[in-house]
């Protein structure tokens, strides 16, 4: 391998939304080695099936009432 141009390998803790932590290696480049993610399989709704209904302000019908098929 060539000197110089790999990421450095360190270190670095991972600290879930429940409190749960570990230490695993990343070239990720973090100012104080905390890895903090947003979501994670504690609170992703994928996994505790608790999906959010995101309305998106009748996005459809506004396109149908735009492009759609004109009603005689």
């Known amino acids: 391998m ?3 141009i ?3 390998y360190k270190e670095v803790t991972v600290l879930l939304n429940d409190g749960t ?3 695993t290696r ?3 480049d973090l100012k ?3 890895y903090r993610p947003e979501v994670d399989s504690s609170n992703h709704p994928f996994y505790t099936n608790k999906q959010k ?3 998106n302000d009748g996005r459809v019908e506004k396109f149908n009432r735009r492009y759609g098929k004109k009603k005689k």
Do not use: C
């Open 2 to 4: 060539k000197k110089g």
């Open 6 to 8: 790999h990421p450095e």
């Open 21 to 23: 932590e570990f230490v």
């Open 26 to 28: 990343s070239t990720m």
């Open 32 to 34: 104080d080695d905390v």
């Open 53 to 55: 209904m995101i309305m």
